[in-house]
Every structure is written in structure tokens, then in C-alpha cells.
T-cell receptor
Framework: DAGVTQSPTHLIKTRGQQVTLRCSPK?????VSWYQQALGQGPQFIFQ???????QRGNFPDRFSGHQFPNYSSELNVNALLLGDSALYLC??????????????FGSGTRLTVV | AQRVTQPEKLLSVFKGAPVELKCNYS??????LFWYVQYSRQRLQLLLR??SRESIKGFTADLNKGETSFHLKKPFAQEEDSAMYYC?????????????FGEGTQLTVNP
């Protein structure tokens, strides 16, 4: 089991462009959460998807959107990129209703650089 | 609003010395607290959680609701403990299963 897989690992985009990041959850997990980790900061919650719907959202503008597919994989889209969007984007998968939290599995992240 | 504060960005100790990584939180309700660790070039992984009262790799953490703290301790630090440590919180009353992280403490254990 490969755990959580994220692609690409690194990405460089120009300000104003749009980007799509991808996440495949751990086998058996049905919920995907996205976090943004700026340099020197802890991860910040962006949103969470379950049953192909956004269930929770953090304090991020509408430029950040997502999608979950029937196979539980997910995409994070960011429009009109700003320099401040440069960060490591982490995906975490879990099983809904599992409150043990052992079910949280993080991916290695996608390093996005906006120039 | 929920918040996690880790007052030390950097912490350096010698091998064999005790280590304590501080974590304070604010949350209106019954929080669940965790410590996550990120070793160099590895992904974020759960170290321990308060609800299980376990000891992992010699680390322990006690939830002090009066002081709203969840400090991570180890009596004898090892070089392999060098890593980035994040304290995190969640609470089903207000945040479902989202995690709120602190800014992290970079622990360096010197030989």
C-alpha cells in the first residue's frame, strides 16, 4: 500500500496562472483533506471532501477549489495564483467517522512555487 | 476560535539531556490533542495523541486542561529525535475532524 500519493512533487507557476494538484488517498480511506504549509509555518486547513462534496472549509478565498472523484481521489485547484500561494500543499486521507485519528495519513506534498 | 501555540521555533539539546517541547492551546470545548513529527525528507506522521496516554519512542505528553497545555517530554534525548515537531488540535464540537496545527518546533539533538 503506497499510502497517500500526491502529484506532482514540485511545480513552478507564474503569477496569475491556474494550477491543479492531485491526491490519491490511502486504500480504504474515503475522506480527503487539503492543507497549505507556508515556509516556517504549520499546516493550515484548506478544505475537506467526503462523498464528492466539500464538507468543511478553512479561511481560504474562493480561488481555492477542489473536487473529489468517485474513486475518492481528489484535486485542489488554485486560480489567479499569487506569490503568497507559494507553499507545500499537503493531502491527508482518513475514514469518515473514525475518531481514533490513527486513520489520518499525510502525503509527501506538492511544493508549489509562484514566480 | 481554536489556536495552538508553540513558543519555541528552535530547540537545541545535547544527547542524553531531557527535552520538553511546549504547546499551549485555546479551544472552547473538549479538545483532542496530538503531536506530529516530520523527520528530514519524510512525510508528516502522528507521534502520539493525548487520549491514548501512550509513550512513543520514549516521548510522553500530558494534557493539562487547567493550563491548556500539552507539552511533549522525553527524559533522554537521542540524535535520531532531531526533527520538526508540530502540536495539533481538533474538536468535534466546532471543527469536525479538521486539525489546527502550531507553527512547529525544530528540535536538534547534538552529539
Amino acid at each position: 500500500d503506497a499510502g497517500v500519493t500526491q502529484s506532482p512533487t514540485h511545480l513552478i507557476k507564474t503569477r496569475g496562472q491556474q494550477v491543479t494538484l492531485r491526491c490519491s488517498p490511502k486504500s480504504g480511506h474515503d475522506t480527503v483533506s487539503w492543507y497549505q504549509q507556508a515556509l516556517g509555518q504549520g499546516p493550515q486547513f484548506i478544505f475537506q471532501y467526503y462523498e464528492e462534496e466539500e464538507r468543511q472549509r478553512g479561511n481560504f478565498p474562493d480561488r481555492f477549489s477542489g473536487h473529489q472523484f468517485p474513486n475518492y481521489s481528489s484535486e485542489l485547484n488554485v486560480n489567479a495564483l499569487l506569490l503568497g500561494d507559494s507553499a507545500l500543499y499537503l493531502c491527508a486521507s482518513s475514514l469518515v467517522g473514525d475518531r481514533t485519528y490513527y486513520g489520518y495519513t499525510f502525503g509527501s506534498g506538492t511544493r508549489l512555487t509562484v514566480v | 476560535a481554536q489556536r495552538v501555540t508553540q513558543p519555541e521555533k528552535l530547540l537545541s539539546v545535547f544527547k542524553g539531556a531531557p527535552v520538553e517541547l511546549k504547546c499551549n492551546y485555546s479551544y472552547s470545548g473538549s479538545p483532542e490533542l496530538f503531536w506530529y513529527v516530520q523527520y528530514s525528507r519524510q512525510r508528516l506522521q502522528l507521534l502520539l495523541r493525548h487520549i491514548s496516554r501512550e509513550s512513543i519512542k520514549g516521548f510522553t505528553a500530558d494534557l493539562n486542561k487547567g493550563e491548556t497545555s500539552f507539552h511533549l517530554k522525553k527524559p533522554f534525548a537521542q540524535e535520531e529525535d532531531s526533527a520538526m515537531y508540530y502540536c495539533a488540535l481538533t474538536g468535534w464540537e466546532t471543527s469536525g475532524s479538521r486539525l489546527t496545527f502550531g507553527e512547529g518546533t525544530q528540535l536538534t539533538v547534538n552529539p
